[in-house]
């Protein structure tokens, strides 16, 4: 069945420090992934996204992700965080059937120290 | 990317009663979702709600607890019916545009059922 696994449930990194977010996914066929961010008491916003092609993925605030096949991983990425990007991260994965749809993962909460 | 509203933003609504909540667009989409996300949960897809048809709800939930009408390609309305304090979350719908996977999310509803 078709799956997105976040192993981390809360990190906490200081300002300024790198960030690496994984995600690993279960599906048989080419992935769609997808990133999004969701501040508190916010909807959803789309990173970043993909699809095909470059496996090293440039998204919005400065995140970026690659996709790695061989490890069935799309780990989020940012080389320095800011106070600004704690909010909760949830990697999706796209999925074929009646309708196409996203799978969510459980999603990691990143809390920012000054 | 498309705008999304929801109304309303927030609700404390009593056991036993409905809620109907929005979901408008500035821009004709064919595909819309409503997800429910459960307090410090990741969101899970309740239905698509399909244009001039019945909607296709996943499974665990039914027409009958949560019906749902898309009367045009901009516009679409979710009831939580005979509510619970169990159906306390925020209520989120979404929109296809660009990739038949990408999704962009409304602000949410946030619900509270005493």
């Known amino acids: 069945a078709q799956s997105v696994t976040q192993p981390d449930i809360h990190i906490t990194v200081s300002e300024g420090a790198s960030l690496e977010l994984r995600c690993n996914y279960s599906y048989g066929a080419t992935p769609y992934l997808f990133w999004y961010v969701q501040s508190p008491g916010q909807g959803l916003q789309l990173l970043l996204k993909y699809f095909s092609g470059d496996t090293l993925v440039q998204g919005i605030k400065g995140f970026e992700a690659e996709f790695k096949r061989s490890q069935s991983s799309f780990n989020l990425r940012k080389p320095s965080v800011h106070w600004s990007d704690a909010a909760e991260y949830f990697c999706?994965?796209?999925?074929?059937?009646?309708?196409?749809?996203?799978?969510f993962g459980a999603g990691t909460r990143l809390a920012v120290h000054p | 990317s498309a705008v999304i509203s929801q109304k309303p933003s927030r609700d404390i609504c009593q056991r036993g009663t409905s809620l109907t909540i929005q979901c408008q667009v500035d821009?004709?989409?064919?595909?819309m979702f409503w997800y429910r996300q459960q307090p410090g949960q990741s969101l899970t897809l309740i239905a698509t709600?399909?244009?001039?048809?019945?909607?296709?709800?996943e499974s665990g939930f039914v027409i009958d607890k949560f019906p749902i009408s898309r009367p045009n390609l901009t516009f679409s309305t979710l009831t939580v019916s005979n509510m619970s304090p169990e159906d306390s979350s925020i209520y989120l719908c979404s929109v296809v545009q660009g990739n038949v996977y990408e999704q962009y999310f409304g602000p949410g509803t946030r619900l509270t059922v005493t």
């Open positions: 999706a994965v796209g999925v074929s059937g009646g309708y196409n749809k996203l799978i």
């Open positions: 821009s004709q989409v064919t595909m």
């Open positions: 709600a399909n244009q001039g048809s019945e909607a296709t709800y």
